[in-house]
Antibody, heavy 120, light 108 residues
Framework: EVQLVQSGAEVKKPGESLKISCKGS????????IGWVRQMPGKGLEWMGI????????RYSPSFQGQVTISADKSISTAYLQWSSLKASDTAMYYC?????????????WGKGTTVTVSS | EIVLTQSPGTLSLSPGERATLSCRAS???????LAWYQQKPGQAPRLLIY???SRATGIPDRFSGSGSGTDFTLTISRLEPEDFAVYYC?????????FGGGTKVEIK
């Protein structure tokens, strides 16, 4: 079964750092882009960026460039999303999703999400 | 950046009725790069339609997508109780992906 398993919920204070993970299984992890999507409480979906684990090529949405870092360790089929200094406005649900990009472009496999709460 | 505008914001319908959801792009979008997702409360989004009109694996045929250029439509022919949810369109272009703001389909 193709699946993405995300790390558990996090509660952090403003200014702290954080790295959440997304582990792929059931498919060739290095052959598909993996991306991250933010959903703030009660709001819609926002695409943050993607990484190709095969060569670590990374693209960011302009809205998130410089705010987060996307990385991957292909040896353990895991993608990461990290912050160096969290803000209260980073409070949200974060989903990872496999991107299908051959002729079409869509996200066909999603993780269940990681809730990040930033509060003093 | 291509902006996707979904309308209406909320659609109040009864089970068995037909739902028509609109997604309008600020500039032309490749049909190959237009997708629709369904999201229920507390769940991750689920892919419904890709390539503007192709159903994803396991999606019932009451869901259909159409459109081209700047205007796309998701139609649910007869609403089932499990279809009441929020629906998002998505496009990819110029190395950027954007979502529409979503349409909530609620029980009337």
């Amino acid at each position: 079964e193709v699946q993405l398993v995300q790390s558990g919920a996090e509660v952090k204070k403003p200014g702290e750092s954080l790295k959440i993970s997304c582990k792929g299984s059931g498919y060739s992890f290095t052959s598909y882009w993996i991306g991250w999507v933010r959903q703030m409480p009660g709001k819609g979906l926002e695409w943050m960026g993607i990484i190709y684990p095969g060569d670590s090529d990374t693209r960011y949405s302009p809205s998130f460039q410089g705010q987060v870092t996307i990385s991957a360790d292909k040896s353990i089929s895991t993608a990461y999303l990290q912050w160096s200094s969290l803000k209260a406005s980073d409070t949200a649900m974060y989903y990872c999703a496999r991107h299908y990009t051959r002729y079409y472009y869509y996200m066909d496999v999603w993780g269940k999400g990681t809730t990040v709460t930033v509060s003093s | 950046e291509i902006v996707l505008t979904q309308s209406p914001g909320t659609l109040s319908l009864s089970p068995g009725e037909r739902a028509t959801l609109s997604c309008r792009a600020s500039q032309s979008v490749s049909s190959s790069y237009l997708a629709w997702y369904q999201q229920k409360p507390g769940q991750a989004p689920r892919l419904l339609i890709y390539g503007a009109s192709s159903r994803a694996t396991g999606i019932p045929d009451r869901f259909s997508g159409s459109g081209s250029g700047t205007d796309f439509t998701l139609t649910i022919s007869r609403l089932e109780p499990e279809d009441f949810a929020v629906y998002y369109c998505q496009q990819y272009g110029s190395s950027q992906l954007t979502f529409g703001g979503g349409t909530k389909v609620e029980i009337k």
